[in-house]
């Protein structure tokens, strides 16, 4: 084996070691908000099940879609936040053989709840 054939061997098996440490060591992600902020999340959820009763196979599919709004109502001193979170729009699909309906729970639209969240995204508290 040559000297550079090696060297370059040597070279990748040290970076690849060095990459893999690196890899390993774990990141935290924090949130920056601002007070007044506005933001809309999109949620959609599809879940196909299927499953067997009494030897007979049922399929039923839900398809569930919304939009979430969250209001920064405050920034706290260590990073946390005081969020107002509301439903602004939300439909649900579902299809099975009993039924094949779409609901719209328009009775949760606009009722807020308040949230106590940290800066990496775990909920403290919340008021209904």
């Known amino acids: 084996m ?9 070279l990748i098996a040290a970076l690849s070691f060095v990459g893999s440490i ?10 920056k908000m601002e007070k007044g902020e506005v933001y809309r999340y999109a949620e959609t959820m599809v879940m196909n099940t299927t499953q067997e009763m009494m030897g007979q196979e049922m399929k039923v599919l839900n ?21 107002l979170v509301s439903t602004d729009t939300m439909s649900i699909h579902v299809k099975n053989p009993r039924m094949d309906s779409t609901l719209v729970p ?23």
């Open 2 to 10: 040559s000297v550079r054939l090696r060297s370059a061997v040597l």
């Open 22 to 31: 690196a890899c390993g060591q774990a990141v935290t992600l924090n949130y």
């Open 63 to 83: 398809n569930l879609s919304g939009v979430v709004r969250v209001v920064v109502e405050g920034v706290k001193s260590g990073g946390g936040y005081s969020l």
């Open 106 to 128: 328009t009775e949760m639209f606009g009722k807020r709840n308040r949230l106590h969240m940290a800066s990496t995204g775990k909920i403290l508290a919340r008021e209904v």
